[in-house]
């Protein structure tokens, strides 16, 4: 067996003008989510198909989202598979 040979070690890169920016607006984009989150925490009703309920608008909000998306994901790869 050989000697393990020490390797050099670089300093880290600046961060790039590209990444800072990337970064901040990350930053802004929770502080509106959390904001928006925040005020938005009032009860609503809401009418299923056999009945209702009621849930903070946020919930709601959120739900919607995410079924939207996971909607548009299936339907993007149905499309994909077509071409």
């Known amino acids: 067996m050989h000697a393990p040979e020490q390797e050099r070690r670089e300093p880290p890169a600046?961060?790039?003008?590209?990444?800072?920016?990337?970064?901040?607006?990350?930053?802004?984009?929770?502080?509106?989510?959390?904001?928006?989150?925040?005020?938005n925490v009032d009860e609503v009703k809401v009418h299923w198909i056999v009945g209702s309920g009621h849930a903070p608008l946020i919930i709601v909000i959120v739900v919607s989202l995410l079924i939207g998306a996971v909607l548009s994901y299936f339907a993007d790869r149905r499309a994909g598979k077509r071409r």
């Not at 961060?15 to 502080?31: D, G, Y």
């Open 14 to 39: 600046a961060r790039t003008r590209r990444e800072r920016l990337r970064s901040a607006s990350l930053v802004a984009l929770v502080i509106v989510v959390t904001v928006f989150a925040v005020l």
